[in-house]
């Protein structure tokens, strides 16, 4: 089984968020950039099928040589190769036509894409990538089992889960529950000396443009100081909720 | 050129995202100087989407789409929507929802924003302000193709009733092989669900363990609400994972959040900063999430909750 997992270049989860040029752009001066949480448990998920079943697994990003380091850390995870599609990654649209050209050019028979990147959670990027490449698709999935070209994955639904059963080409939109937390893998020094060594090939774009542009950024206004309320005094509480915040 | 929206039921009757994102159609539809039509599937009651501005129902009835199907789904909203010549298609953020939204804009070469959190601030651009990075900022974007994909947050919108009447008619799409097919469904259908809630009430490891979990339910259970959990706890297996609210779990976008010996991580803060009013329950006074919350109370959730469900009981009853 040939696999592709792709890999989203995203701030660190306890970044501070900050905009630059009028509030346009996203600033990145201080931010460390880590793999997407989505995509790191496909990843691991990926390496389980990678030993168990005798999987390759390459890796893809789209954006520019900065994103690189993500890529290799990814490679000193276990992945044995690393695609980087050199042009800057703009809306989900455009990440996902020229994921599909790779997808096309590479034969993948199963791409793990997170459910959504944590930057601009779009969530689109997966659904996208299989309907412009004409695969099966499961989204917020939390277990796939691949038997030759069969599969069976568990999905989220809203308020529980669901077991469907499909066929390769397949492409999910994974997440916490593919892999346990624990089972997340932190790259050895021999995997980061063995990462050095592997492929990372860059491939130009394909002609796409962004169907969606983020032309302004702004941040929710600051919150007010919390109303604490005794605990002897919930009557209070009852009170606050019911007339001054009318929820209850 | 009408508004699509896609009103999503569940065993015939229409959830109340349905209701809230017939109301956003027709907010938008009115500043395009347009009508609403929505499409409802195996829904039996269609004309209480008039009391929401829907001018127009297409009815689809069939059995091949009782189980819920992304792309069947995303393939019958594609024709509806060539059908009514929409310019502009409506989604809820549920699950099923954000699972068909991305296959239904590549089926109509639609720009696609998701988690919209309010109506078009211009409709040329059209421009819509949505959530991103996980909830620490918003994002104004412009949708630049000539049919534009929302969806609409759960919650940022609510209900706005009007006194209108929708027309019926019924309609037969052509439906696609699937590639994928349900086996079976495991869902607690007496619950309120999380994406659903106005309400959610959420423990954390204060709680002590599993076995102390029923004045959650009690407490959910008195507000009509959804018990929700912070990672901890469903990593610990005291809950479930789809209870697990936060930065790799569930978004939440209640109208009132109570977090009850949850410190507040900031990934779980990311979580539910969408939330109207947050109410924190702790014995800590420096817990991180106090800084983020409407109400607070400092104490024991051992004694605090029971209180509060009886109070919340006494102000039922007099309601």
Redesign the interface.
């Known amino acids: 089984m040939k696999i592709l997992v792709c890999i989203s270049h995203v701030p660190d989860t306890t970044s501070k968020i900050n905009f630059t040029d009028d509030n346009s752009k996203f600033d990145t001066n201080g931010v460390q950039f880590v793999i997407n949480p989505n995509d790191e448990f496909g990843l691991t998920r990926a390496m389980w099928f990678k030993e168990k079943q005798g999987a390759s697994v390459d890796v893809v990003n789209v954006g520019g040589a900065e994103t690189e380091p993500t890529l290799r850390k990814a490679l000193a995870i276990g992945a044995d190769s690393a695609i980087r599609v050199n042009t800057a990654a703009l809306d989900g649209f455009q990440v996902a036509k020229q994921l599909a050209k790779v997808v096309q050019d590479g034969g993948y028979d199963l791409v793990i894409a997170g459910r959504e990147s944590i930057d601009y959670n779009g969530g689109m990027v997966p659904g996208m990538l299989a309907g412009l490449t004409n695969a099966n698709f499961v989204n917020n999935c939390i277990n796939l089992e691949v038997d030759g070209t069969n599969a069976t994955a568990v999905r989220e639904i809203d308020g529980g889960k669901e077991t469907v059963a499909t066929t390769l080409p397949l492409v999910i939109g994974g997440q916490k529950g593919l892999v346990e937390e624990s089972d997340l893998r932190i790259p050895n020094m021999r995997g980061i000396m063995m990462a050095r060594k592997k492929p990372l090939t860059v491939v130009e774009p394909v002609d796409a443009n962004a169907e969606t542009s983020a032309v302004a950024f702004e941040k929710p206004t600051p919150k007010g100081a919390v109303t604490l309320v005794s605990p002897d005094n919930l009557d209070e509480l009852v009170n606050l909720l019911h007339n001054e915040a009318k929820v209850i | 050129m009408s508004v699509l929206v896609y009103t999503e039921s569940e065993q015939g009757k229409f959830k109340k995202t349905a209701f809230e994102v017939a109301s956003y159609a027709k907010a938008v539809a009115t500043q395009l100087g347009t009508t609403v039509t929505a499409v409802a599937i195996n829904a039996n009651d269609a004309s209480a989407l008039g009391n929401y501005g829907v001018d127009k129902v297409l009815n689809v009835s069939n059995s091949q789409l009782d189980a819920f199907n992304?792309?069947t789904y995303a393939d019958v909203l594609k024709q509806a929507a060539e059908k009514e010549n929409a310019k502009v298609v409506i989604v809820s953020s549920?699950?099923?929802s954000?699972?068909?939204?991305?296959?239904l804009?590549?089926?109509l070469n639609?720009?696609?924003?998701?988690?919209v959190v309010d109506v078009p601030s211009s409709t040329s651009p059209f421009?819509v302000k949505r959530?991103?990075?996980?909830?620490?900022?918003?994002?104004?974007?412009?949708?630049?193709?000539d049919v534009k994909l929302v969806a609409v947050s759960n919650n940022a919108f609510g209900l706005v009733e009007s006194s209108g009447n929708a027309s019926a008619e019924d309609f037969s799409p052509t439906l696609p092989e699937s590639?994928?097919?349900?086996?079976?469904?495991?869902?607690?259908?007496d619950?309120v669900?999380?994406?659903?809630a106005?309400?959610v009430v959420s423990g954390g490891r204060g709680l002590k363990g599993p076995e102390n979990w029923g004045m959650i339910e009690e407490l959910a259970e008195v507000?009509g609400a959804a018990t929700a959990c912070s990672k901890p706890v469903s990593?610990l297996g005291w809950r479930p994972?789809?209870e697990?609210v936060g930065?790799?779990?569930k978004p939440v976008a209640a109208?009132?959040y109570i977090a009850i010996g949850i410190s507040g991580a900031?990934?779980h803060l990311?979580g539910i900063?969408a939330s109207?009013?947050k109410?924190?329950i702790n014995t800590d006074a420096e817990a991180p999430f106090?800084?983020?919350?409407?109400?607070?109370?400092?104490?024991?959730a051992f004694?605090?909750v029971p209180?509060?469900i009886e109070?919340?009981k006494a102000?039922k009853a007099q309601q």
């Open positions: 992304a792309k549920s699950a099923d954000k699972y068909l939204a991305p296959l804009a590549v089926g639609a720009g696609f924003a998701s988690n421009t959530t991103a990075f996980t909830n620490k900022a918003f994002s104004m974007t412009t949708i630049d193709t590639g994928v097919t349900v086996q079976s469904v495991d869902k607690a259908t619950k669900t999380i994406a659903d106005e309400i507000l990593d994972h789809s697990h930065q790799t779990g109208n009132l900031i990934q990311a900063n109207k009013v109410v924190v106090f800084k983020a919350a409407d109400y607070g109370v400092v104490g024991d004694e605090v209180q509060l109070k919340l102000f």
